[in-house]
């Protein structure tokens, strides 16, 4: 499975912009770049995902790099409800499609 | 909105009990999946089940565990004799059918584990 590497934490205030920040030097050319994130006590859940062109929906927006070795996930506003570990995954769409968790980047929002 | 649902929320176990973990997958879809969490650690896939049998599992998913879906709409996963090492938050998850771009995963809220 192809790695990604993200900083271990993050601290951003309440109402700005946040850049969480993704490396994937190894991605192939069948892998989507998804983002899940994690609030606490809960299950995973699904933020956006992207193949090459960047990408926007209701919770975020997705820019990756031209060479797709690197992406960052834009939370446009962050609120309190936004405190969360992030998780950027390579998936590839053949087999059985299982996602592979690092321990992602957690994100502390400041009132 | 459609959810995977998850019974029950915290099971305590004796070392060396057999447990049964349930969940209730979104209902048109036909990819499952569990997968843990150890206190303080990275989700770890475990499974995948499609078409009534298993596609994919992990190494740690060894002859103490197994997967069910005795039903048509439930999804088990049943440990044989618990070990202390298994306690975690259980995820299960689901997704829709392949053929799209993607498959976007839906977890539920997990199943606690305690083993004494």
């Known amino acids: 499975d192809a790695k990604t590497t993200q900083p271990n934490s993050m601290e951003s205030n309440e109402e700005e912009p946040v850049h969480l920040p993704c490396n994937h030097s190894?991605?192939?050319?069948?892998?989507?770049i998804h983002w899940y994130r994690q609030l606490p006590s809960q299950g995973p859940e699904y933020v956006i995902h992207g193949l090459t062109s960047n990408v926007n929906n209701r919770m975020a927006s997705l820019a990756i790099a031209e060479d797709r070795k690197s992406s960052t996930l834009i939370l446009h506003r962050a609120t309190l409800r936004d405190a969360a570990v992030y998780y950027c995954i390579l998936h590839s769409i053949q087999g059985a499609q299982k996602l592979v968790f690092g321990q992602g980047t957690r994100l502390t929002i400041n009132p | 909105e459609p959810e995977v649902t998850q019974t029950p929320s915290h099971q305590v176990t004796q070392m060396g009990q057999e447990v049964i973990l349930r969940c209730v997958p979104i209902?048109?879809?036909?990819?499952f999946y569990w997968y843990r969490q150890i206190l303080g650690q990275k989700v770890e896939f475990l499974v995948s089940?499609?078409?009534?049998?298993?596609?994919?599992k992990s190494e740690i998913f060894d002859d103490q565990f197994s997967v069910e879906r005795p039903d048509g709409s439930n999804f088990t996963l049943k440990i044989r004799s618990t070990k202390l090492e298994d306690s975690a938050m259980y995820f299960c998850a689901s997704r829709v059918p392949s053929g799209r771009a993607f498959g976007e995963q839906f977890f539920g809220p997990g199943t606690r584990l305690t083993v004494l």
């Open positions: 190894t991605i192939s050319g069948t892998d989507y």
């Open positions: 089940f499609y078409n009534n049998e298993i596609s994919e």
């Open positions: 209902s048109n879809h036909l990819y």
